[in-house]
């Protein structure tokens, strides 16, 4: 069996590895070549340098794997599935790479010959931050869940030049930096020279006959760039597959011709070149709120054309051009969210217009591969395009998806003629699940709905948690599962648990490994289970309290980093991190922060002594544009100042927002973390991911009837989950009467605390009051007002617990006992059987290996 621990495993000599070999000074060796060769360097004297040699090695034990997976899966001919996504949030991929291959002794021993820390190796890397948040971050889960079951299946995506912005404070507002992360060359992706597509965008389309007299339409792009593959091995864990992830890169159409063709023309030819390397130069920085601009679709198309033209471009090679029946049988694609829904018309087009199709054979072969998941609720993020845009950039797509909604509403109009007998109301019903309708804002324009294009073009349609797969069907979408009930489903998230807690937090896996005997909870988290019997054993929460004293110091020593300031590790832990934005409520954090310093202030030094400490820790990225997150955040650091400042408080309570939050620095505060908020208003958080995350660390939960933390609260007991507030089916009613609600002093003190300058800022927060006070401004949307008093008591169960210490720890473990469901194996399991219809197809072990 594999070990967990690289601490352990650096001390063997004879560490083991996939081919069942010791090769420690091969490795070491290797490891000085590599640094030798590609960067001219005689020593590894640095991480950077350690960091540099260790991952080119890795990249060819890496690329072995993949090559062998991938001539495997070619002579098996399995059917695949791409996994379709305009985010993969992967993070760093040295330490994943070497434990997911099992090579973490060869490395941590020869890293240590060289002088060198395999975790400070590892920090030297950038993050890959090819996406947002949790919908980026899912995919990147679900692609290791997919190899580690040995699932065929490939993610496709853009290779953006500059990923997620980086996040700096200053003077305490948000700062917003390029995230430069290819400068020193990306040890994880193979560039594919012959793996190139063309991509068109605009012109014109003609009608041609055919001689057998078939009309076609040829589109004559006014643009074309090329796509280039870059492939990013992904190694399964404990397995020898190793799959993969597509990301393609925009280029000029050739240097070559731009140089003839432009020749005297030098600055018109550069301009085509930057307009091209526009399309994968930079990830949108918005999370749940799309952009409406035009080259995001221009982003969208790309990317989804390239990856359908290379899928139909494999299947020919093995199947010819005759058998599009069978494509279904080898293909299927999952959406994730709208972003790729483009796809529907671009098959379409690829069947039709350039393999011959008839209309009808290929939309029944379109339906069949594709399905499309639902990422939010926020009626802001269900992507709509001007018709005018579309048509002008993809001016057959338009025609397309006009003949879709022609053919759909048709449909419609005699699916309803019995249960809508009257003409007026059957055409109100139709135009409103009409793919083309108007935009209620602007009736001078119409919209491409491209939630309605995805779900009338594909097989399932699938919502993140059963409370939000439930909103999808009797909200979002009802008029579509009155008529499709069969076509809605749920899959609710889950995480890897070797990135989330095997290898982020070693000692509590270890821990964990010891206790159960072996380690094939990795792989199985059901049987984390039996961890229940000893969640009440003192020794065994000895244990388990040293290995979470042993993170939060490490915590501690970030802020140490970040503030300049110690904290107190004996104190509650209390974390707050992701996107920052009105629905998740970190405000609402923020105000019963306030209350908790309003009320230390008013004891006597005597009465403070029995106050549980707290140090609060919020991080998360504002959209760029979102100028209420922003000025949330500057709540944050004017609160914290304050209070970190305050001699008579500051032993028992801190508040810090760390900067720059991303998946590394979230493998560093999950396994820290105690408590955890996930307070978004009832009904609007679809899932949450890192609730899961948090919950699989022995993390305590202070959350609403929201998203997944419903299902974690039922595998962990509810009643070890600190729940509160208002339920997602009283929202309408309570929106209505808000105006009415009558708010609780303690909210209205604060409220004029904040007016009146305690924190300084007066101007700058007074929209912030008014959004949650003012009815005609801001009218308390997601109902923090409500909420309040039920937080502020749930906060103070909160403290009661946590004095409570072997009550801390019982649910501690309870928590850890109860993520079994979430492992995003548990997930891809599921999509593989009730959606995609896809099994295993393992390559054979390497030679001399033991799987
Ligand atoms: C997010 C949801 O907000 C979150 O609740 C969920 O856990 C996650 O997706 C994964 O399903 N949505 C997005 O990040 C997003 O951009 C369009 O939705």
Redesign the pocket.
Known sequence: ALRVSAVAEADKTAAINKSGTSSVPATTKDIENKLRYLFGRNEVSTPNDAYQGTAWSVRERLIDAFNKTHEHWKKEDPKFIYYLSAEFLMGRSLTNTVFNLGLQGDYATALKELGQKMEQVAEAERDAALG?????R?AACFLDSMATLDLPGWGYGIRYKYGMFKQALKDGYQQELPDIWLTSGNPWEVRRDDVRHMVGFGGRVERRREAGGREVAVWTPAEQVIAQAYDNPIPGYSTPTTSNLRLWDALPLSEFDLAAFNAGDYDRAMLARERAEAISAVLYPN??T?EGKELRLKQQYFFVCASLQDVLSRFKATHGSARWDLLPSKAVFQLN?THPTIAVAELMRLLVDVEGLEWDEAWGITTKCLNYTN??VMPE?LEKWPVKVMAKMLPRHMEIIEVINEGWTQWLSAHLASELPAPEERAKRIAAMSIIHENPWNKEEMLVNMAYLAVVGSSAVNG?AAIHSNIVKDEIFNDFYKIFPSKFQNKT?GVTPRRWLAWCNPELADLITQQLGSDAWINDTEQLTALRTHASDPAFQQRWAAVKSAKKERLAGLIKRVWGEEVNTAALFDIQIKRIHEYKRQYLNVLSIIWRYKQLKRMSPQQRLQAVPRVCVIGGKAASAYDMAKRIIRLVTAVGSVINADPDTRDYLRLYFLPDYNVSLAETIIPAAELSQHISTAGT?????SNMKFALNGCLIIGTWD??NIEIAEETGVENVFVFGVRAEDINGLRKERKNFKTDPRWDEIMRDIEGGMFGDKEYFKPLVDSVNNMKVGNDWFLLANDFAAYLDAQQQVDECYRDQAEWLRRSIMYTAGSGKFSSDRTIRQYAEDIWHVGPCRPPPAAGGQQ
């Open positions: 947002n948040g949790g919908l980026g899912l999370d749940s799309p969210d990422h939010t993020a993140v998230n958080e679809a899932s949450g991911t998203g997944a």
